[in-house]
């Protein structure tokens, strides 16, 4: 199960993300740029400027600099609102530098892309159209407003019409091309960075829970002894103090209150052992600890084996490691089909020399058509509201959960598949046809392979397992 604050992963969160010093130290690379360019142009290719006003436009942006790094801290991180500001400056005075140089004729026009793609990459989706919005609007200027480029004689160097028609063609469409494929990558860098954050915590949730109950195996076993040493002595102190009323009791309450705390560690002992033998358990045994905790949720869960019901087991079944990674991906697989499930889960394992499968399936509705090829992928709702159970009105699936699973079973060496059954979507909903026991599955169904020969231990019956564990709190 999973049980995530999903509010850290928020949009939200991600504001104040850019840090001002990180913009500060690219605009000084475009100033020298800039001035580098200037140099070269007036002095080596001899082409006549308007020298005084470009280097005023340069001189602008080297002097927000100044500004921006006397006022402000270094680790200073830029809001939403002065990153757009920040940004629309640069566009601003490239723009207007442009102007100066020949408009869309120059070479350099290509960098008006720039603070596109950091909105795009660093910034929400309204910031991203606000700088899309303002380059489309100077380029179009640029293509009409500008100061042409002349040699040293006087001669005009102006591209034909048509280039500068195409120019401002090709970088309209380059702004809104750009800006949609850096923010598309943007958003689903971030989107599996925080469900790799989310399967961490999950993973981590799932160890301090195994760890915990070995903590707690450990304190039964260390308590027993002294427990059983209370109760006997408890036990001939009532009889001793058979004449004394009052004293016999308090020895009675002594010996009842020793077989509480016994039975309290006994039950919380079942719950996790860090016995070398528990480390290592029959594939059965693993899939019925994933399954425990959706047992009694209203929703019927068949487990077979081999064909087998789990109440008549093979003998011989495999022996698998009992690893957190694979209990949580395997619960939260169980979870998923217990909530779309109308009715009845069914849990098959088989395995042959080749390959250990477990494949969960349910009677509900199945995943939608159009997004079952991008299951297991992050944030992306793996079943529709229309199969949604009513008993679990209100449900919004992040896709969070099986992505972890995915990730976790991967882990551990698993494949995963994903399918529908032989219902349809669509159709109405008809029952599994014989006895529900042996029926498969109509809805949703996913199926978790691993080879036989990376999850399965040797199990001779002779190898020794090695000193137990104890917890060292």
Partial sequence: MIDLNTQILATQSRGDWLRLRTLVNLRWLAVAGQLLAVVIVVGWLDISLRLDLCLMTIAASAAFNIAATLVTAESMRLSNTSAVATLLFDLVQLGVLLGLCGGLANPFA?????????????????STTILVAAAACIILLLGFFNLPLRVADGTVLAPPDLLVAGNIAALLIAVGFVALYARRVARESDSMGDALLATQMALAREQRLTALGGVVAAAAHELGTPLATIKLVSTELVEELANQPALCDDAKLIREQADRCRDILRDMGRSGKDDALLRQVPALALVQEAAAPHRNRGKTIILRINGAPESAPPRQQPLVARAPETIHGLRN????????????????????????KIRIGDDGNGYPPD???????????????????????????????????????????????????????????????????????????????????????????????GENLRNEG
């Fill in 110 to 126: 290509a960098l008006l892309l720039a603070p596109v793609v950091i909105a795009a990459t660093a910034l929400g989706a309204r």
């Fill in 333 to 356: 697989l169980v979870q998923n089909a217990v909530d779309f499930a109308v009715q009845t889960v069914w849990i098959d394992i088989d395995w042959d020399k080749r390959q250990l």
């Fill in 371 to 465: 997004l079952i090829g991008r299951i297991g992928d992050p944030f992306v709702r793996g079943r529709s509201t229309e199969s949604r159970p009513e008993s679990r009105p209100g449900y919004e699936g992040m896709g969070l959960g099986l992505f972890i699973a995915k990730t976790l079973l991967e882990r551990a060496g698993g494949r995963l598949t994903f399918a529908n059954g032989t219902q349809s979507r669509g159709r109405l909903r008809r029952p599994p046809l014989g006895p529900v026991e042996h029926a498969r599955p109509s809805g949703a169904i996913v199926e978790v392979a691993w080879p036989y020969a990376s999850i399965a231990l040797p199990d001779d019956g002779r190898a020794p397992l």
